[in-house]
C-alpha cells in the first residue's frame, strides 16, 4: 500500500503541493510579524540555489548557472569576514559550481577545458604579488580580496564551458543575463522617479534621493543594487537584445527586448557616469555601422529620443556632458574627475618607481584596471593584462565581421562584440577589480566570449574537414549467378 501510493505521480504531486502550500502559509504569518531582513532573503535564496546545484547533478549545474546570473542583481549585500575582506554570495555559488563540476567525471570529460594563453603567463605575476607578505606587515584580507577578484575569472571559464556545451543553453543564459539588467534598470527608475517605492521593500532600499553633483545634475542612487555602479551591468547585458531580437520573432516577444532595452537605456541616461555614456555611444555606432543595418537606425533613435527628453526630464544635462568632454581633453573641471586624473598621475609615477610591482592591493582604487594592475603586478604583468584584452579583441572581432550575414551565429558574435568593448572601456576608465559585484559581470562577459570563440573556431575546423582518399581502394563487383568468371 505504502509503495504504491508511493510510486503514483498524483499522489506525491498532491503531497508536494500540500507541503508547499503549508510552507506558504507559516512563511506568511512569519514574514507579516516580523518583516523580512536582506540577509535572511539571501541566505534563504542562496540555500535554494545551492540544493539546485547538488542535487540536480548534471542539470542542476547547468540550471544553477544561470540562476547564478540572476545574483549578478544582489548588488552590494555581501557577508563581512574582515573590515577589508567582504563575501559576496554569487562567488560562493561559482566555486561551489566548480566543484560540482570537478565532482562529475562526465561533465569534465565532455567539455574542453582550457585557459587562454595570455592568462598562462599572466597567473604567475598573481603569485609574485604577494612578496610583501615576507615582511609580515602586509594586509593580508586586503590583497585576499583583490586577488580574489583576478582569480575569479578561472572558475568562470571552467563553469561557463561545461555548461554551453549544450548549445541551447546560450540563449538560457543571455536571456538571464538581460533580465538582470532590466530588473535593475526598473529598480533604479521606480527609486529616481516614484520614491515611495522605497516603503514596499524597506530592508532593501534605504536611500533614494539623488545625489546631485557640482554641475547640478541629479544621479540616481540604485539604492536596490547599491550604488550608480549598477549602471556597469546595464551596459554589458544591454548588446543581448541583439541575439535575442535575432532568436525570438514573435512581436510579443520583442516587444519585451525593446522595453527592457529602454530601461537599461534610461537608467544608463541616469547614472550619470559621464564615461558609460561615452561607452554607450561607441556601442551604438559600432552596432549601427558593423551590424543592425535597419534596426540600427531604430536603436540610435531609440537613444536620441532618451538623450532629448533627459534635457526635459533631467535638469543640467549638457553641462554634466560638457564637464566629462573636458575631462577627455585633460582639462577637467570638477572634482571627481581632477582626483581621477591625480590618481592616474600617482599611478603612473609608482609604477615607474617600482617597475616589477608593490604587491596586491598597493595601488588602492585607481579608477583603472590596466594602471592597477601594472603598480601593483609590474610593468609586464600591466602589459599582459592589456595585451590579452587587445588580443580577445582582435580575434573576437575578426571573427564576427565575416559571420554578419548569418542570422543566429553573427547576432550572437555581435552582442559579444559590443559587451566586450563595455568591457575595455570600465576596465580602462572605471576600475572593477576592487569589489566582487563589480568585476563579476565583466569576467561573465570575458568568460562567455572565449568559450564562444573556442566554439566557433571548432565549428570552422569540422566544417573544412575532407575525408581521406584512399589510392587502392576495391569497389565491390556485383556477379551475375551463371556466369563464368575464370574466363
Keep these: 500500500m505504502i509503495e504504491k501510493f508511493i510510486h503514483n505521480k498524483r499522489t506525491r504531486v498532491i503531497v508536494a503541493g500540500s507541503v508547499i502550500a503549508a510552507t506558504a502559509v507559516v512563511l506568511h504569518y512569519w514574514l507579516a510579524k516580523q518583516g523580512p531582513s536582506y540577509k535572511e532573503v539571501i541566505i534563504g535564496i542562496g540555500a535554494l540555489l545551492a540544493a539546485v546545484i547538488l542535487f540536480g547533478r548534471e542539470k542542476g549545474v547547468r540550471y544553477g548557472f544561470v540562476l547564478w546570473v540572476l545574483t549578478l542583481t544582489l548588488g552590494y549585500r555581501t557577508v563581512a569576514i574582515t573590515p577589508e575582506l567582504a563575501v559576496h554570495p554569487a562567488e560562493v555559488l561559482l566555486w561551489l559550481l566548480l566543484v ?102 524597506p530592508a532593501f532600499i534605504k536611500d533614494v534621493k539623488p ?39 514573435r512581436s510579443s516577444r520583442r516587444f519585451v527586448i525593446a522595453f527592457g532595452s529602454l530601461l537599461q537605456i534610461l537608467a544608463i541616461y541616469i547614472g550619470g557616469y559621464r564615461s558609460i555614456w561615452l561607452l554607450l555611444l561607441v556601442q551604438v555606432l559600432i552596432g549601427c555601422l558593423i551590424g543592425l543595418k535597419k534596426q540600427g ?60 610591482g608593490s604587491g596586491w592591493s598597493f595601488a588602492g582604487w585607481v579608477h583603472s584596471d590596466f594602471l592597477q594592475v601594472a603598480e601593483n603586478l609590474g610593468i609586464f604583468g600591466g602589459l599582459i593584462f592589456l595585451g590579452g584584452y587587445f588580443y580577445t579583441l582582435l580575434r573576437l572581432g575578426r571573427r564576427v565581421l565575416p559571420k554578419l550575414k548569418f542570422s543566429e551565429d553573427g547576432a550572437l558574435g555581435l552582442s559579444l562584440l559590443l559587451s566586450f568593448v563595455a568591457v575595455g572601456g570600465l576596465l580602462a576608465m572605471e576600475g572593477v577589480s576592487v569589489l566582487p559585484q563589480m568585476v563579476l559581470p565583466v569576467w561573465f562577459v570575458w568568460a562567455l566570449t572565449e568559450v564562444w570563440l573556442r566554439q566557433t573556431a571548432e565549428a570552422f575546423e569540422v566544417s573544412h574537414v575532407r575525408p581521406p582518399v584512399l589510392a587502392n581502394t576495391f569497389m565491390p563487383v556485383r556477379v551475375s549467378p551463371g556466369v563464368n568468371t575464370d574466363a
Design 100 to 201: 560540482c563540476v570537478v565532482a562529475q567525471r562526465r561533465l569534465v570529460s565532455t567539455a574542453r577545458l582550457g585557459l587562454p594563453v595570455w592568462l598562462w603567463v599572466f597567473v604567475p605575476f598573481w603569485v609574485l604579488a604577494w612578496w610583501p607578505m615576507i615582511g609580515g606587515a602586509a594586509p593580508w584580507d586586503r590583497m585576499l580580496n583583490e586577488f580574489r577578484n583576478f582569480l575569479l575569472l578561472i572558475p568562470l571559464l571552467i563553469v561557463v564551458s561545461v555548461v554551453l556545451k549544450r548549445e541551447n543553453y546560450w540563449r538560457h543564459l543571455m536571456v538571464a543575463f538581460f533580465v538582470a539588467g532590466s530588473f535593475i534598470a526598473l529598480m533604479g527608475i521606480l527609486e529616481y522617479w516614484f520614491p515611495e517605492v522605497s516603503r514596499f521593500f
Design 211 to 249: 545625489m546631485v553633483t557640482e554641475e547640478g545634475f541629479p544621479r540616481a542612487q540604485f539604492s536596490f543594487w547599491g550604488g550608480p555602479p549598477a549602471t556597469f551591468i546595464c551596459l554589458l547585458a544591454l548588446p543581448c537584445a541583439i541575439a535575442l531580437w535575432g532568436w525570438w520573432g
Design 297 to 356: 537606425a531604430i536603436v540610435a533613435l531609440l537613444c536620441l529620443v532618451i538623450a532629448v527628453g533627459g534635457y526635459q526630464l533631467v535638469p543640467r544635462t549638457h553641462e554634466r556632458a560638457m564637464s566629462g568632454i573636458a575631462a577627455l581633453q585633460g582639462n577637467p573641471t570638477d572634482s571627481s574627475a581632477t582626483g581621477r586624473q591625480q590618481r592616474v598621475i600617482t599611478a603612473v609615477a609608482n609604477t615607474l618607481e617600482s617597475p616589477f
